[in-house]
DNA sequence: TATTGTTATACTCTATAACTATA
DNA sequence: TATAGTTATAGAGTATAACAATA
């Protein structure tokens, strides 16, 4: 029997049954667990959970205004406006006046946005596999995700 | 056939699909749902998250110092200072110089706070039964904590 | 009048470094 | 040397108000 810790008399570990059987609880430390990986495995890239998400939803969406993009993702359109130039700047986005209205932006993925999006799901979707088999399977995802729907 | 929204000509729905299937974006989702119910129910007792599961486990963890409190929560010491002093201040915790340690403040509920989390114990079983109603029962409480408990 | 994008701003949450007093 | 509590500070993320151009 060897002690783990580097402590002489390690510390009786902490009742913690109370919070452990909070919802909200558990649920934002899965959360966390799961955005700390996307960051980790992101790293490289440079590439932030809404940044994703931003990219993803331009690409299905393309020509969409900000507030549109924005709104989806419950994003405050004041706060969008920075996030979007960002990728903007990196050229992976494109905000062209639109034809019906000169006050919006239409949205698009440029050239090397579209390519740098293909590489960036596909490290997504290794990530994701590997949540799912943690979850044990497809049918244990798509059970978590119908909670998750009844949650929100 | 009514149209449901305001608007004369309705936006065409966005795709969501790629975000929807996303167990990230889920598990955020659905984190900050709860989380804004929580805070609508306990915006009268002004009460966040991170003060309740304190309150909490000072309670079942009476005598503890504040840097183990902090660590099973995943809160900085830094930053669980002005927390616990808000508390404090607030006549609902005490911090007593440890009998053991100099160094150390012993966490401990007052009075006045052991009745004020009673209070808020029962308030948040009321809310906590009303998620487990929207999960559909207990067996599915079970499943979700058990399937978030493999992500975290 | 209302909406789009924008700027400015403030508030919360989180992270790090450095100090003091004790161990 | 290391740890507990603390302070200061900086960076995200998020919220509101107000403005110019346009609808």
Redesign the interface.
Known sequence: MQNILRDERP?IA??????A???????????????QK?LATFDTLKLR?ADY?VL??I???PG?KQT??AE???IKRANFVTLVHGLEDRGLVERTPSSTDKRANALHLTTEGVAFLAHARRV?EAM?QE??D???GDK??T???A??????
């Open positions: 510390a902490l009742d913690t049954a109370s919070t059987g909070i919802i909200g609880y558990r649920l934002r430390r899965a959360q966390l667990s799961v955005f996307f959970p998400s993803v939803l690409a299905d969406n969409r549109e993009i989806v993702l419950g997504h994701e949540l799912i943690r979850l044990g244990e995802r059970q978590l995700l909670l998750l729907d009844q949650l929100t």
